[in-house]
């Protein structure tokens, strides 16, 4: 019984103390990436920041993204980069949603 608890405290303690290292770096860099956060009249943030490689004046593509199926919706540019994780966008075209995705182009070296 004593074996069950131990390992309960200790699947609990990584669960709870990994959250905040979820939400600053393997979480961001895995799941929001490039994902529109919000959307009002002030213009579009997506989480892609300068980690990210962008850079104010960059046109990105956008996409709806559904399981198994991907449609490019328009294009936006980069007006102003919050940090390292955030940025600010000015639609260019097409007709973007909250939850839809920009696409950095990764170079790789």
């Known amino acids: 019984m004593r074996k069950h608890l131990g390992v309960g405290a200790a ?4 669960l709870f103390g990994s959250t905040p ?3 600053q770096g393997i979480g961001h860099r895995l799941f929001m990436r490039g994902k529109i956060v919000r959307m009002d009249a002030g213009g579009t943030v997506a989480c892609l ?3 990210d490689g962008a850079h104010i004046g ?3 593509d956008v996409y709806h993204a ?3 199926h991907r449609r490019l919706v328009g294009h936006v540019e980069v007006d102003q980069i919050f940090d390292d994780h955030y940025a600010h966008f000015r639609v260019r075209d097409g ?3 909250k939850g839809d995705w920009v696409s950095l ?3 790789r070296a």
């Open 66 to 68: 559904r399981p198994r």
């Open 105 to 107: 182009k990764r170079v």
């Open 49 to 51: 920041g300068k980690a």
């Open 11 to 14: 699947v609990g303690f990584l």
């Open 95 to 97: 007709t973007l949603q």
């Open 58 to 60: 960059q046109i990105l």
């Open 21 to 23: 290292l979820l939400a």
